[in-house]
């Protein structure tokens, strides 16, 4: 019996027929590169009208293609002729040892393509196939359809029978690189990693950057930054980040020597947004990406966020705007970034002791004709580099 991998998707079946083959495609070359990266053997990816096979002998394809962006389920699978006969032998296989003494169990079917028989009659003819064999084993069979103790699950299609006892959910989402590239401003902390695997989620290429605050933070806080990259880097095999670190600490500098001393911090976050917006111009990206939730700190108060971009141009993105601490830790669990972004790495050296919290909308404007910001911003830029995450 050949054995495959079905993997199903959502949003896609909603495009256009150009733009869902497209998306297809690009979900089918993401699959394979995520295979690839975990070592996993396959002969062939193949599509059909709502799905997408992928055939190999080793489960641990299933949760990986579910582990890829725009993969809404998997399921791995025994495939047989598209025949109630062949469906039934099938299902009284994978039954036998799936359901013991005392359990019940249940026949999920459903077809698509024209077939001389209904799904009713699929589940109540490979039924009779599990009840039968359950019998010759000794096992006195039990069926409930409201809440069965073990499902076997049988999709008939146009030419084959595909049955299989597990569904594993998908990340969901949009396959990457459907959606253009990014600038992402990344640090080690919670909640930046988690904004940006957000919109990795919706089909957005990244281009991480990180503004590296030394003298103001040790290395620490860059090894913590670069680790959360390096995992962010694992859902993604097939879209090697690209990644810019960025001389921040003379900025800072520049902020504590000749400005108020409160507003340190918003002044360094419309410079971050200035670095960004030029590497997003070098890059032909299309937007910038924060970890800003409504609220949760000083610099991200109403007053604030509006401080920080008042006179300046840039596209933001805020993924996490209306999260809650507790959901954006909930995700970061779950992307497997959160151990990594609770390590102690010290506080900032340039947050001041009484950070402003309700900044007048045009008062950082101000604030910069204090400074020669363009340049300050020039220099950062040609003074960045790119990292290798590997090293």
């Not at 507790?326 to 010290?346: C, F, H």
Request: charged share 25%; aromatic share 8%.
């Amino acid at each position: 019996m050949e054995n495959v991998v079905l993997v199903r998707y959502g949003e896609l079946a909603l495009k256009s027929t150009g733009v869902r083959n497209w998306y297809e495609r690009i979900l089918v070359k993401n699959i394979s590169s995520m295979l690839e990266k975990r070592g996993i053997p396959y002969s062939n990816i193949s599509r059909e009208w709502g799905r997408i096979f992928i055939v190999s002998d080793d489960v641990r394809a299933a949760k990986a293609a579910a582990d890829v962006f725009g993969v809404v389920s998997t399921s791995f699978a025994r495939v047989g002729d598209a025949t109630i006969e062949s469906a039934g032998e099938l299902c009284a296989k994978l039954g036998d040892g799936f359901i013991s003494e005392g359990q019940s169990f249940a026949i999920r079917a459903r077809r698509t393509g024209n077939h001389s028989f209904s799904s009713r009659d699929i589940g109540t003819r490979c039924g009779d196939a599990v009840w039968k064999m359950l019998e010759s084993k000794g096992i006195t069979p039990s069926v409930d359809l409201t809440n069965p103790h073990r499902e076997i699950f049988v999709e008939m299609r146009q030419t084959r029978s595909y049955v299989f006892t597990e569904n594993i959910a998908g990340v969901g989402g949009l396959p990457m690189g459907t959606q253009g590239k990014m600038v992402s401003l990344v640090s080690g902390g919670i909640d930046s990693p988690v904004a940006t695997w957000l919109m990795m989620k919706r089909g957005v290429e990244i281009i991480p950057v990180y503004c590296n605050n030394s003298p103001y933070n040790d290395n620490r806080a860059h090894k913590r930054t670069m680790d959360c990259l390096k995992v962010l880097q694992d859902w993604c095999p097939g879209h090697p980040f690209r990644v810019y670190e960025v001389p921040n600490g003379p900025n800072l500098s520049a902020f504590i020597d000749k400005c108020s001393r409160n507003n340190t911090c918003l002044l360094c976050k419309r410079t971050m947004y200035r670095i960004a917006f030029e590497i997003m111009k070098k890059e032909g990206a299309s937007g910038i990406i924060t970890g800003s939730s409504l609220g949760q700190v000083a610099s991200q108060t109403t007053p604030n966020m509006y401080a920080e971009v008042h006179g300046l141009c840039v596209p933001l993105y805020h993924p996490l705007i209306g999260l809650d601490k507790n959901e954006i830790i909930d995700i970061s669990r779950k992307i497997g970034t959160y151990d990594i972004s609770v390590r102690t790495v010290g506080e900032c050296g340039a947050v001041p002791i009484h950070p402003e919290v309700k900044a007048a909308f045009d008062s950082m404007t101000m604030e910069e004709k204090k400074l020669d910001i363009d340049d300050l911003v020039q220099q950062s830029v040609e003074n960045s580099r790119i990292v290798d995450l590997d090293m």
